[in-house]
């Protein structure tokens, strides 16, 4: 975990782009801290609220000198509609930056970048830095429809190799994500595949980019309950370097991983013997 902290964080603007809100908060302590795949979490309901759980958000962008940090905010439920609705000058209760940020390549290689919709956030600025070590990048976008597509236009902004692909043909191809991906790979023979999304989506672009020889880096969008690595609702079954599998949390040792390590097929459900081997323990890496 990245050492975050807990802040009243003004609302500087709230703008709609999209399908989604963009909410530019004043985390000055945050801010310096974060690194793409970096997550926060946000209270929901004012202080007497019965809605115990803070809402999770990928850090869209960090500005250390503006002592800011962005996010997209997609309207789901109350929580999302409560958060979308602040404007400017308000405050949000956030705790930044949570979990593990994606690590960048060792060496300047190319790389694809694969998500949908809410879960793009994190990639233009994964995109930046890759970049600047001197890498190159693709993108694989994909959405329900054109509404929900995020992230395109900064993507187009820094490579011309983007793909656009959403269910209902409304922008791009028609079809999943992960339709285009093994080309996509070897077009611009990417050696580094990262993604970001629900566990299902992650476990079939990790099976594809493995397939093609690429490693795989994924920040899994699992269902959090404290984001803090205490309740331990957001196990994901992994395969430590020992060769031992564990269940790991997704909030604090992730969540970004490996995605070779990851036992998908596990994912959500865990594994038969969820404590693991005998004396292996339960989270531990
Ligand atoms: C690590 C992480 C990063 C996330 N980043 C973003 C982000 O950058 N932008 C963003 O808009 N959302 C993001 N989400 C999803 C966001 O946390 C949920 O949409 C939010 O918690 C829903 O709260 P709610 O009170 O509005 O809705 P609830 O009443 O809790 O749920 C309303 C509906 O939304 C569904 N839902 C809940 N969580 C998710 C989810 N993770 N994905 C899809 N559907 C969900 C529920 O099943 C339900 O149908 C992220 C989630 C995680 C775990």
Redesign the pocket.
């Known amino acids: 975990m990245a050492n975050p902290v807990r802040t009243a964080a003004e609302v500087l603007s709230s703008t709609p782009e999209g399908a989604y809100r963009r909410l530019v908060l004043h985390a000055p302590a945050a801010a310096p801290r974060v690194g793409p795949g970096h997550?926060t979490t946000v209270a929901?309901g004012g202080p007497l609220s019965s809605a115990l759980l803070r809402?999770?958000?990928?850090i869209h962008r960090a500005d250390p000198a503006a002592g800011t940090v962005e996010?997209?905010?997609?309207e789901?439920?109350?929580?999302?509609?409560e958060l979308a609705r602040t404007r400017a000058g308000e405050q949000v209760d956030l705790i930044a930056p949570l979990g593990t940020p994606f690590p960048l390549p060792e060496a300047p290689v190319s790389t694809l970048l694969v998500a949908t919709g809410?879960s793009a956030?994190p990639l233009p600025a994964l995109a930046e830095e890759i970049r600047r070590g001197g890498g190159q990048v693709g993108f694989v976008l994909g959405a329900a429809s054109a509404e929900g597509l995020l992230g395109v236009e900064q993507a187009r902004a820094l490579t011309a190799d983007v793909l656009v692909v959403t269910e209902d043909g409304s922008a791009g191809l028609t079809g999943q994500v992960t339709d285009p991906l093994g080309e996509a790979i070897k077009a611009i023979d990417a050696r580094v595949v990262y993604a970001c999304g629900?566990p299902p989506l992650l476990a079939e672009v990790s099976r594809i980019s493995l397939g093609l020889g690429a490693r795989c880096w994924t920040a899994v969008?699992?269902?959090?309950g404290c984001g803090t690595g205490l309740c331990a609702a957001c196990v994901l079954p992994v395969v430590g370097a020992d060769g031992v599998d564990r269940l790991t949390r997704c909030c604090t040792d992730g969540?970004v991983f490996d995605g070779a390590r990851v036992r998908w097929s596990q994912a959500g459900s865990g594994p038969p013997d969820p404590a693991g081997p005998a004396g292996a323990g339960v989270a531990a890496r």
């Open positions: 997550f929901v809402r999770a958000f990928w996010l997209l905010v997609e789901l439920g109350a929580g999302t509609r809410h956030a629900p969008e699992a269902a959090m969540p």
